[in-house]
């Protein structure tokens, strides 16, 4: 349909030079840290920057599909498989960074307030899978349901079948709005925001005050983390201010069959959905690799160092008029 394809029509050259900066620093990123990655921060940032790929490497096929079913070079089978295969890289990376967010950002606050804390690696991790398993399951039952209703969702919220089952089976709409606020929205949107912005202040109250043994011993990485956290926190309370003024207006100030009318002709759900939707985990992501290789004063030198090497090779490519 046309009012799904348009938003992503006039976002796709932001998506793909967004998406080929997160692959190229991210990467970068990925390959300074890898002979150091038994370290809890470098292992962190590793982890991050994947997810972040993967993100981008569905965002980049959810905007390729889009314009190739605008211009009708792909048929509507083709079209609904690429975009819950896009939809799946972008729910699992999405949702993934969410969680590696709150785990850096809650251990390096422990950390500081703590200098004897040694983080158990192997308890993060079994948390991880746990985790990313869960939204595993959910997201395939998302997509078994998408592709049997033929719909599409455009936001990275995971969990549009438990909603659905909510929908059939809970007849009560306050139980239900309060089910699914709790169950879709506030656990794995909302609350990670909260966390994150808890810490950010306990971490610039800890590194502001006077005699803090944290302040010399951890400043420079802490500060990193803050920074990452608080782009984290921005980008993500944006979205989630989105969702949940969405949630708000189709639960209190509609019935059932004009929310059904509603997502077909409003604008908010048809342009502001997608367009956020995109660009906010976007710019998460796009400026995550950047922090990292400004505030590492090595990792900043050998980059600065390649882009120089690069620059180099392309002006002896370019032939040169002599007169």
Not at 23 to 42: A, D, E, K, Q
Not at 60 to 83: D, K, S
Not at 95 to 120: A, E, H, K, Q
């Amino acid at each position: 349909p046309t009012q799904f394809t348009n938003p992503y029509v006039y976002t796709s050259p932001v998506t793909f030079l967004l998406s080929l900066q997160i692959l190229f620093l991210g990467s970068f990123v990925i390959s300074h840290y890898r002979h150091t990655w038994n370290s809890f921060i470098p292992l962190m940032y590793i982890l991050i920057s994947s997810v972040d790929i993967i993100s981008a490497i569905g965002f980049v096929l959810q905007a390729a599909i889009m314009l190739l079913y605008r211009g009708e070079h792909i048929g509507v089978w083709t079209w609904e498989c690429g975009f819950n295969v896009s939809y799946a890289l972008v729910a699992l990376g999405y949702r993934s960074s969410i969680l590696l967010n709150v785990v850096l950002g809650v251990c390096r606050t422990i950390t500081i307030l703590d200098p004897f804390y040694t983080t158990n690696k192997k308890i993060v991790a079994l948390a991880c899978i746990v985790y990313t398993g869960v939204w595993c399951v959910l997201v395939g039952l998302d997509i078994r349901y998408m592709l049997n209703t033929h719909l599409i969702h455009v936001i990275p919220v995971a969990g549009h079948f438990v909603m659905e089952y909510l929908l059939r089976n809970v007849k009560n709409r306050t139980v239900y709005n309060f089910l699914y606020f709790s169950l879709i929205l506030g656990v794995p949107l909302i609350i990670p925001v909260v966390i994150v912005f808890v810490v950010c202040i306990i971490q610039m109250y800890t590194l502001t005050r006077p005699n803090s043994p944290a302040r010399e011993m951890y400043k420079h990485v802490t500060t990193t983390i803050l920074v990452i956290s608080v782009l984290f926190v921005v980008c993500n309370s944006m979205l989630s201010l989105l969702v949940i003024i969405a949630f708000f207006y189709t639960s209190f100030f509609l019935t059932e069959e004009e929310v059904i009318t509603e997502f077909k002709v409003s604008w908010f759900f048809n342009w502001v959905g997608p367009i956020c939707g995109t660009l906010f985990p976007l710019l998460n992501g796009a400026f995550n690799p950047v922090i990292i290789v400004c505030r590492c004063r090595e990792l900043r030198h050998i980059f600065l160092s390649r882009i120089r090497r690069i620059s180099g090779m392309l002006r002896d490519l370019t032939p040169v008029n002599r007169e």
